[in-house]
């Protein structure tokens, strides 16, 4: 059952093989059983989601369904839900309950997904390791002692482990990408502007993007389908038609050109990872497509760009969390400013200070022009390497991580190098453009994933060609030891 | 030695649109705290902000209304800084790039006119209210007032003189309320002032250090606070210190003014572009719009009714300054048949005096312009006198009736007939002969007597000009 394609879990629904609310218990009944290992459910949202699968079992039997009616599925905790808890895994929220619910987390329940409960996270998405959680870190599924990535390593590890079907994610600097990577599954980060921002906590609101994380490309492409569109609660949503994600995953990519870019391909990528990569182009190849050597030569300043302006953002964004609203409020404060200074300093980890830091200092009197705005620059210096990249080649691709998971802790202590994790992920956000990580292979028994970069507004695309290399790899189905047993 | 003031003003108009900038939430004055703050307003994590057009559209009017640049693209920025009453953290303003930029307004000081020049104006939303009282010394938080549309607006260092300052405050006060973008309510703190002052030796080219007021929230206090601090400004320097940049409060009860911070304690407020909004476009199509909406301009308007109704230019500058006033005088006048200077006196006179004796905006007026222009044209034709009219205007106050049936109705149509004013004068002589020998023995003040008699017995309906002169040619027969 745990490694049904949606659209397998879809059919039994309908045929009455078995009903949502038995789907929602059997993944509930997994989520108990496993995830006290894990730790990537922190709040689970069980009396609800067995109510909603009611709901979803009528609308099955009134056979006004979808794709997605009386699908089980987990929300990472940086979207809203009204009633529930929203941590966004910070001391800071352990106490909101949001009183509306975020538009992709509606659309998805419109849409007759169930809601099981909500994912770890790196607190306020400022991690790649997912060891940045007030509720602690995360363990990766297929080896226990590497982490799962970050920030949304809660719901890449759930989806590894099979603890749901397919769990949302949100992807500021690879987000999405890096930890579908370290944990083997399909996670796709549309294009700024396709998916709503609006009830999605802000990291840093010109590159945050939510979007899907599932076994396959076809499942990512089901649930993407849903949580896109236009919002007019988010004015840098965009206003135009969704594509239909599913309609083209089935053509073939023969005479497509896929770039790969030098740049990425340089020493910082372990050679076992090249190898891999170098595997999956060639597979990619058989299927028809041509593979060129590209360059994106702004594409090395994507990092130190990246961590002025995202920075700069937090700073204004998290000012909110002051403890005079909601949110972590001091014991006893004895006048305002103590007020701010404990609230805030107890109610934020030490990455999300250190990023306020660096962000109110970028935008600081006498240092704006030497760093946000030359930050600025560079981004759009970026964005033309990729403009004019896709003037010559349909879809990128290359690691979506220089490294497989790397050990907890190993990098905890060493911010930059923790950084550079993202190093391939970054320079996407940055232009703005859709991106996804698909899995293809194994080093030392650690998944590999290869993202693929698209054109703005070209999901289909991207998801084709992922479809097209999932028809000829089985890498997206292999399950972590352990996590194959039914419970 | 002389010295010279230096005045630049900054003012905070609300624009009067239903919802706020940036939210649904409504933007009406005097609710229950926090009743009318949405998630957006509270700054709840999560939620976004979506731009009111109409506030846009608000901007672009004035702008075009002082012959202004409208930027065709403009952005909102985030200025940062922590207030409890600042939800966010950061006020959402505009800095590098305001939708307005360089415009006028002519002034009139002592007859002679003289140009202010508006550096900018730009959209920013209102911060919330702190409560200091009735909290168990805690302090309250109302974010009903969070998100209001303002728009504040610049202006060069053109003023000279606390008159001028106060003369460019009411310019603008007249004009947003005539654009109909702002309701102007100084009480309610719709349109609030900050004044920046500084002197300098009279021939000096370089300004002196400055020093801000806040929030200044009456015509008067503009006054007073600038002439005080004027004043202080030279005590300090000829008393051999040195002005400091400084923020100031003015306590209108001393009437004075108090250091509120200098610019050593000024914020870095960290401005940079909000990711959240898009840049605002200005199409031509809604700058042609805008402009084909802009109603005449009090200058024009003034203008206009000194030609067509001929009217002095202390009549019009009064009928003008507020836009309802304005159209009440034009209806009224129409409703007479054309008695424009009557009219102009009966509005500016008796009606006023009866709005502001019952506290009564005139667009509330209890008599409407065209129950007025009614009376009015019955003075002009005669039919009652301006004494009598006032009794009518009384009457009109507190009924629903025109001037014809009151006067109809109580019988105070004026007698101009001669023929039966003729019979009541001899009829009266003939029983006062005593009065009429001595009149006619050169006692001409007993003229007074005969018409005073007259009026009692007519209930002062004798057309006084017919009388006097019936009344001389029977006396001297």
């Known amino acids: 059952?745990?490694?049904?394609?949606?659209?397998?879990?879809?059919?039994?629904?309908?045929?009455?093989?078995?009903?949502?609310?038995?789907?929602?218990?059997?993944?509930?009944?997994?989520?108990?059983?496993?995830?006290?290992?894990?730790?990537?459910?922190?709040?689970?949202?069980?009396?609800?989601?067995l109510l909603a699968a009611q709901q979803a079992d009528k609308l099955i039997a009134s056979g006004d369904s979808g794709l997605l009616t009386g699908i089980p599925l987990l929300h990472k905790d940086i979207f809203c839900t009204q009633g529930l808890r929203t941590s966004c895994g910070s001391k800071m929220l352990d106490n909101f309950i949001a009183p509306y619910t975020a538009t992709a987390v509606s659309k998805l329940e419109q849409a007759g997904a169930v809601m099981l409960g909500k994912t770890n996270m790196d607190e306020f998405a400022m991690g790649s390791s997912n060891e940045t959680s007030f509720y602690g870190g995360v363990k990766n599924p297929w080896n226990l002692d590497t982490v799962p990535g970050g920030s949304s390593g809660g719901s890449a590890a759930a989806v590894a482990a099979r603890l749901a079907p397919i769990a949302s994610g949100t992807d500021t600097g690879g987000s999405i990408r890096q930890p579908a990577a370290f944990c083997g599954v399909t996670g796709i980060k549309p294009t700024y502007g396709r998916v709503s921002r609006y009830g999605m906590i802000a990291f840093a609101s010109s590159l945050d993007q939510g979007g899907a994380m599932a076994k396959s490309a076809e499942d990512a492409a089901i649930m993407l389908q849903a949580m896109s569109g236009f919002d007019e609660k988010d004015s840098t949503s965009v206003d135009r038609p969704v594509d239909d994600l599913l309609a083209n995953l089935g053509d073939s990519i023969k005479g497509l050109t896929v770039g790969l870019p030098k740049e990425f391909f340089t020493d910082d990528l372990d050679d076992d990872i090249r190898e891999k990569i170098e595997e999956a182009v060639d597979t990619i190849k058989l299927a028809g497509a041509n593979i060129k050597e590209i360059s994106l030569p702004n594409i090395n300043l994507s990092v130190p760009a990246y961590y002025v302006v995202a920075p700069a953002e937090c700073s204004a964004n998290l000012s909110r969390f002051d403890g005079v609203r909601f949110g972590h409020r001091c014991e006893s404060p004895k006048d305002l400013e103590d007020?701010?200074?404990?609230?805030?300093?107890?109610?934020?980890?030490d990455e999300v200070k250190r990023r306020v830091m660096i962000g109110a200092y970028v935008l600081s009197a006498g240092y704006y022009d030497a760093y946000y705005k030359k930050a600025q620059q560079v981004r759009r210096l970026i964005q033309q390497d990729f403009v004019e990249a896709f003037k010559e080649v349909d879809v990128i691709a290359s690691a979506t991580a220089p490294s497989v998971a790397f050990t907890s802790g190993e990098k905890k202590g060493d911010p930059v190098s923790m950084y550079l994790s993202d190093i391939f992920t970054i320079g996407v956000n940055l232009a703005g453009l859709p991106g996804m990580s698909v899995p293809c292979g194994f080093v030392d028994n650690k998944p590999v994933g290869m993202q693929l970069?698209?054109?703005?507004?070209?999901?289909?695309?991207?998801?084709?060609?992922?479809?097209?290399?999932?028809?000829?790899?089985?890498w997206h189905l292999a399950v972590p030891a352990g996590y194959e047993q039914e419970v | 030695m002389q010295w010279e003031t230096v005045i630049g003003l900054e003012i905070h108009a609300q624009l009067a649109t239903k919802s706020k900038i940036f939210s649904g939430a409504s933007t009406a004055y005097g609710a229950e705290p926090n009743t009318q703050a949405c998630a957006v307003d509270l700054g709840l994590p999560g939620t976004l902000p979506v731009l009111n057009e109409q506030?846009?559209?608000?901007?672009?009017?004035?702008?075009?209304?002082?012959?202004?640049?409208?930027?065709?693209?403009?952005?909102?920025?985030?200025?940062?800084?922590?207030?409890?009453?600042?939800?966010?953290?950061?006020?959402?303003?505009?800095?590098?790039?305001?939708?307005?930029?360089?415009?006028?307004?002519?002034?009139?000081?002592?007859?002679?006119?003289?140009?202010?020049?508006?550096?900018?104006?730009?959209?920013?939303?209102?911060?919330?209210?702190?409560?200091?009282?009735?909290?168990?010394?805690?302090?309250?938080?109302?974010?009903?007032?969070?998100?209001t549309p303002l728009l504040e607006i610049v202006s060069e260092p053109d003023m000279r003189s606390a008159a001028e300052a106060v003369a460019y405050v009411k310019k603008l006060h007249t004009l947003v309320q005539y654009l109909d973008i702002c309701d102007g309510n100084m009480q309610e703190g719709s349109f609030r002032c900050d004044v920046n002052v500084s002197v300098r030796p009279v021939g000096q080219e370089e300004f002196g250090t400055r020093?801000?007021?806040?929030?200044?929230?009456?015509?008067?206090?503009?006054?007073?606070?600038?002439?005080?601090?004027?004043?202080?400004?030279?005590?300090?320097i000829e008393s051999?210190?040195?002005?400091?940049?400084?923020?100031?409060?003015?306590?209108?009860?001393?009437?004075?003014?108090?250091?509120?911070?200098?610019?050593?304690?000024?914020?870095?407020y960290r401005y940079f572009p909000c990711p959240d909004l898009l840049p605002v476009e200005i199409t031509s199509e809604l700058l042609d719009e805008m402009r084909d909406s802009l109603p005449e301009l009090p200058a024009t308007k003034k203008q206009r009714f000194q030609q067509q109704y001929g009217l002095n230019e202390y009549d019009s500058e009064v009928l003008t300054t507020q836009r309802a006033m304005a159209d009440y005088y034009e209806d009224s006048v129409n409703f007479s048949d054309g008695e424009a200077k009557l009219v102009a006196n009966w509005v500016m006179g008796e009606l006023s005096a009866g709005l502001n004796q019952n506290n009564v905006e005139i667009v509330n007026s209890p008599v409407s312009a065209e129950r007025l222009g009614g009376l009015v044209k019955r003075i002009a034709d005669k039919t009652i006198s301006g004494k009598i009219a006032k009794q009518v205007l009384e009457l009109m106050w507190n009924s629903n009736d025109f001037a014809d049936a009151i006067i109809e109705r109580e019988g105070l149509k004026q007698i101009s007939d001669t023929g039966e004013l003729e019979k009541m004068i001899d009829q009266l002589m003939a029983e006062n002969t005593a009065q009429v020998e001595q009149y006619r023995a050169g006692k001409t003040k007993m003229m007074g007597f005969f018409v005073g008699q007259l009026m009692k017995q007519t209930q002062g309906k004798a057309n006084p000009q017919e009388l006097n002169k019936l009344l001389q040619s029977k006396l001297k027969e």
């Open chain 2, 240 to 268: 051999g210190g040195k002005v400091v940049q400084e923020t100031r409060l003015y306590d209108a009860n001393k009437d004075e003014t108090r250091s509120m911070r200098s610019k050593e304690e000024a914020n870095d």
């Open chain 2, 55 to 147: 506030a846009v559209r608000f901007a672009v009017k004035f702008g075009l209304a002082i012959g202004a640049h409208i930027a065709p693209y403009s952005v909102f920025a985030r200025k940062n800084y922590f207030y409890p009453d600042l939800p966010k953290g950061y006020q959402t303003s505009q800095f590098d790039k305001p939708i307005v930029g360089l415009g006028q307004l002519d002034i009139d000081v002592d007859g002679e006119t003289k140009t202010i020049g508006v550096t900018r104006a730009h959209l920013e939303e209102d911060a919330g209210k702190s409560l200091h009282e009735d909290y168990h010394g805690m302090t309250g938080i109302d974010l009903n007032r969070a998100g």
């Open chain 2, 211 to 236: 020093a801000e007021i806040k929030n200044l929230n009456s015509f008067r206090f503009i006054e007073k606070a600038v002439a005080h601090e004027v004043e202080r400004q030279i005590d300090v």
């Open chain 1, 1 to 49: 059952m745990y490694n049904k394609s949606l659209k397998e879990l879809s059919a039994s629904l309908r045929n009455k093989d078995v009903s949502s609310a038995e789907l929602s218990q059997y993944f509930l009944d997994r989520i108990k059983y496993f995830d006290g290992e894990l730790n990537s459910v922190i709040t689970s949202n069980e009396e609800a989601a």
């Open chain 1, 339 to 349: 007020l701010y200074k404990r609230s805030r300093g107890e109610g934020f980890g």
């Open chain 1, 453 to 474: 970069i698209g054109n703005y507004f070209e999901e289909a695309r991207l998801l084709n060609v992922a479809h097209q290399y999932q028809q000829l790899t089985d």
